[in-house]
């Protein structure tokens, strides 16, 4: 008897199989915290951003759970929608190291060298990269609902341990 077994599962499989950490976060230390856990299957991105980033957005690939939104929408904004078998492999941005602590800029690699980056480069740098299989599956942090995103850091699904 022969046992068909989608992608997707496949997918969410290798996730549980392989180990997960927590890299960052990176930015204030202030702030009502968020955590997505590990997501594995979000396809689309939203970074609304000013001068600094508002919120982010996240829409998952089963149609069924609604848009996970931390901190806030705002007009502008910008996008990015994730092939079936694509993954963030990189995350970098800037943020501010001033009284008010916020992300202010923040980018976002796949391993199909697609990307996403909104904002503007002022303050403290951060930048985290994973090897080649390994992927982002998640993002915690802290952030101000009407306000802004003042930390992120990343889950972080490492195939080979």
Known sequence: MLIAISFRLEKDLSVLLSKVVKEGPWGANVGKP???GIVDCAINVKIYHE?????FELTFQD????????G???P??????LDEDENFTSISGY????TDVYISQLTLTTDMDNSISAGKK?????????????HIVGFFGLHQPNLAVDAIGVHCSLADS
């Open 76 to 81: 502008v904004f910008v996008e990015i929608t």
């Open 51 to 55: 001068n600094v980033v508002r919120g």
């Open 63 to 70: 149609g069924k759970t609604p848009p996970v939104l931390i």
């Open 95 to 98: 943020f501010k190291s001033e």
């Open 34 to 36: 968020f955590d997505t």
């Open 122 to 134: 002022t303050g403290k740098a951060f930048c985290l990269t994973i090897e080649k299989g390994d």
């Open 72 to 74: 806030r929408k705002m």
